[in-house]
């Protein structure tokens, strides 16, 4: 994978959701959240075998899918880091809005990568 824009503003194509076709595209678009990403496939792993279920690492691929939906797509990253700015302003209608988006943009992923 290369970090070269593709159509739609896409820079890497929706990866297959398994573990190392998630971590492959996450080290092509967000590299600084691998680390993250290992510590919480440990977590979900060890939590599936505690509870006998596979729902925490369904919700772990589910999880990583959208941080890279999120990433990989310039419209959404953008406006992604706008609305994590404004989370922090000091009008609380502007921190309010920036909460509305937030929770717009997590949806959009979703419904993407679940699609």
Same mark, same amino acid.
């Given at each position: 994978?290369? !970090? =070269? /824009?593709?159509?739609?503003?896409?820079?890497?194509? %929706?990866?297959? @959701?398994?573990?190392?076709?998630?971590?492959?595209?996450? $080290? /092509?678009?967000?590299?600084?959240?691998?680390?993250?990403?290992?510590?919480?496939? +440990? =977590? !979900?792993?060890?939590?599936? #075998?505690?509870? @006998?279920?596979?729902?925490? /690492?369904?919700?772990? #691929?589910?999880?990583?899918?959208?941080?890279?939906?999120? $990433? %990989?797509? %310039? +419209?959404?990253?953008?406006?992604?880091? @706008? &609305?994590?700015?404004?989370?922090?302003?000091? +009008?609380?209608? #502007?921190?309010?809005? &920036?909460? %509305?988006?937030?929770?717009?943009?997590?949806? =959009?992923?979703?419904?993407? /990568?679940?699609?």
């Amino acid at each position: 994978m290369n !970090a =070269e /824009v593709g159509p739609g503003g896409e820079l890497i194509p %929706r990866p297959e @959701q398994t573990p190392e076709a998630l971590r492959s595209a996450l $080290a /092509v678009v967000a590299p600084g959240l691998l680390e993250e990403m290992q510590t919480t496939k +440990d =977590e !979900a792993f060890a939590t599936a #075998v505690e509870w @006998q279920s596979l729902s925490p /690492v369904q919700s772990w #691929v589910l999880i990583w899918a959208k941080e890279i939906e999120i $990433a %990989r797509r %310039r +419209d959404l990253s953008a406006r992604h880091a @706008q &609305a994590e700015q404004d989370l922090e302003h000091d +009008d609380p209608i #502007v921190a309010q809005e &920036a909460l %509305r988006e937030t929770s717009a943009i997590t949806e =959009e992923a979703l419904r993407a /990568v679940r699609t």
